[in-house]
């Protein structure tokens, strides 16, 4: 079973949609039992930091999540909350991976948020996503990005260079919408449900 966790965030019901369009059936639960005997889980969101992890706080989903063993893919606000610590709001997040996450500083020639197309580039060899997705496009929607760090697997540019994806033990994670980037995003997803 494939549950994707149903929590205080928009775009959830995308992923869900996803997984049918790719012919698997997924479930949208914030039931902890659920969860925990899932096969596998995926963690998406659009929303703030702060409100989310204190809905996180309040439901205890911020002390289940890091403790889950099978593989879990955290999506957009997904993968900044596994992180240590988020600039939005200075909010203190689930700490999977060591890493901070910052906001875009517009420099005149990008707008923030950053929205849109941009190329995976340095994918890390052996990472869940394949290194022939090197420099195919997919959709970003984002005003804060995960520094790079020993956990990044592939990395693109807005501004700077930040992660697209990072992957540390069963914890996997992209800054882009797999279920919103057409054909490479549904390959991204199959790599995951794969695993």
């Not at 019901?13 to 005997?37: C, H, N, W």
């Not at 999506?75 to 988020?86: E, F, K, N, P, V």
């Not at 540019?157 to 490479?184: C, W, Y």
Request: glycine share 8%.
């Amino acid at each position: 079973m494939i549950a994707i966790i149903d929590y205080n965030a928009g775009n959830v019901r995308s992923v869900l949609f996803a997984m049918e369009r790719l012919g698997y059936t997924a479930v949208l639960t914030s039931d902890p039992e659920q969860i925990r005997k899932a096969d596998k889980v995926i963690f998406p969101g659009v929303g703030e930091a702060s409100t989310t992890m204190a809905y996180l706080r309040s439901s205890g989903m911020n002390a289940l999540i890091p403790a889950l063993t099978q593989p879990v893919l955290g999506i957009c606000l997904g993968m900044q909350l596994m992180c240590t610590h988020s600039e939005e709001n200075n909010t203190p997040c689930l700490g999977i991976f060591p890493q901070q996450v910052k906001r875009f500083v517009a420099d005149g020639l990008h707008k923030v948020p950053h929205m849109g197309w941009n190329s995976l580039e340095n994918i890390r060899p052996g990472a869940f996503i394949p290194e022939s997705m090197q420099g195919d496009y997919v959709y970003f929607v984002h005003s804060y990005y995960v520094e790079e760090g020993p956990y990044t697997i592939a990395q693109s540019h807005h501004i700077l260079p930040f992660s697209a994806a990072m992957q540390k033990d069963n914890f996997f994670a992209t800054q882009f919408h797999p279920e919103k980037s057409g054909r490479v995003g549904e390959a991204v997803l199959q790599h995951f449900l794969k695993l």
